[in-house]
């Protein structure tokens, strides 16, 4: 598998016939692969991820990048290192809402890169800071990742969008600290205060503040389910950038009748192709981790570290470092779909709460984005800065040990993530 993998065989054939060798070599009828897409497809929160997607999309295509800088720089841009922080928050915002951090990088890289250079940061923060920063919004709602472990862990969703929410807070605060320091010692010019340019941005970008907010509020509150808060959160992103901000063209005519316009197509088809790519990985992944857990290798792990590790403090440790590992060499979708259901008993086993070995999952499997080979987000930056992966890594090495320190802390006081029980 890994030699396929390395020859670029798309990831969903190489799972796939994983399955099929697994259930061949233990004499099984292939038709258990097709049960297990079958209990996929009944899932009730399903339909929130191509909706998700959708709601990331239109964002992302639209208006939404600019506004969010404009307006956090006109909150935010006179404080000492303000636009480092004003960066850090906006991709964490727009992270959390288009649920990739390869769009972020994407999306707001070529408007925030420039920008920090003429405020006076040097080039190797400029470029370490929005190459870690793509990844920041993983743990807030509504990410696709978190809905992701949700549904292959069988964990209440709604519990795990409560629990990411304080863990992902620290780790902003963190990184806004270290870029208000970096700000004060290289003595980086600050935006003067306008109450006139905050107004006007406020008055663009409110409704793109009032998405998140209105999630959570219904999430937490109880008032809607995963499914119908990803249903909301199509319908709004569509009106906004369609109806209020005009940024996609929603119909054009054609011979006299009304047809969706073009960029409204382009976005259609991009939200097919991302959630079709995850749905169908989904899908055959799940048939491959149940016949790992028929061979019993959870139990065998088990029992290998019964006879090694004696403490929950112990089993802690040792999962970071194999998840830092995997983080290494498998993206985010990747590793939740095939990890989380083999590491999910042993850590019930170790006394590990569900919910909070979800947070330590994404959290390392997010600064995994930052680590070669595989780092998506070296690759992407690699990309649109035009800049070598080794430079980039250098660049986001600062960044990486404190997002190290911030993996230690949630990990051994499970009450950051906990604390709505």
């Not at 969008?161 to 992902?168: D, H, L, N, Q, V």
């Not at 006007?200 to 999430?219: C, E, Y």
């Not at 990890?339 to 600064?367: K, S, T, Y």
Request: charged share 10%; with cysteine; glycine share 10%.
């Amino acid at each position: 598998m890994l030699i396929f993998a390395a020859l670029g065989v798309p990831l969903f054939v190489i799972i796939g016939a994983g399955s099929l060798v697994a259930v061949w070599s233990a004499d099984l009828d292939p038709a258990v692969l097709m049960v297990e897409m079958l209990r996929l497809a009944s899932s009730p929160n399903l339909m929130a991820i191509p909706l998700f997607t959708l709601a990331g999309v239109v964002l992302s295509k639209g208006g939404a990048p600019e506004r969010l800088v404009k307006l956090f720089n006109a909150a935010f841009g006179w404080m000492p290192g303000g636009l480092a922080v004003v960066a850090l928050t906006t991709c964490a915002f727009f992270t959390a809402l288009s649920g990739a951090s390869g769009v972020t990088i994407l999306a707001l890289g070529g408007l925030l890169y420039p920008m920090l250079l003429r405020e006076g940061y040097s080039k190797r923060f400029s470029l370490g800071l929005l190459t870690s920063s793509g990844s920041l919004g993983l743990l807030f709602p509504p990410s696709l990742v978190v809905l992701l472990y949700g549904m292959v862990a069988g964990v209440n969703i709604e519990q795990m969008f409560k629990a990411g929410i304080i863990p992902g807070l620290i780790l902003l605060v963190m990184l806004s600290i270290y870029s208000i320091y970096n700000g004060n010692v290289g003595k980086v010019r600050r935006e003067p205060f306008s109450p006139k340019a905050l107004r006007r941005a406020v008055r663009l970008g409110i409704w793109d503040l009032l998405l998140p907010v209105g999630i959570i509020a219904g999430l937490l509150g109880g008032f809607v389910t995963v499914t119908e808060a990803a249903t909301c959160t199509a319908a709004y992103a569509l009106f906004l950038e369609g109806v209020i901000h005009r940024d996609l063209t929603p119909v054009t005519q054609m011979q006299g009748f009304p047809v969706a316009g073009n960029l409204l197509l382009g976005v259609l088809r991009e939200t097919c192709i991302l959630s079709g790519s995850l749905l169908i990985i989904l899908s055959v992944a799940m048939g491959l981790t149940n016949s790992m857990i028929d061979a019993q290798i959870p139990m065998k792990v088990m029992s290998l570290l019964e006879n090694n590790v004696t403490s929950q403090l112990q089993f802690l440790l040792l999962l970071n470092v194999f998840l830092l590992a995997v983080g290494c060499v498998m993206d985010i979708f990747s590793a939740t779909i095939v990890i989380v259901p083999l590491i999910l008993p042993i850590a019930l086993r170790f006394g590990v709460d569900p919910v909070h070995l979800g947070i330590i999952f994404l959290a390392n499997l997010e600064i995994g984005y930052l680590t070669p080979p595989v780092g998506i987000n070296l690759f992407l930056a690699s990309q649109r800065f035009k800049e070598p992966m080794l430079s980039l890594f250098r660049a986001s090495f600062p960044f990486l040990m404190i997002m190290m320190v911030w993996l230690a802390i949630i990990t051994y006081i499970p009450a950051l993530s906990l604390y709505w029980k």
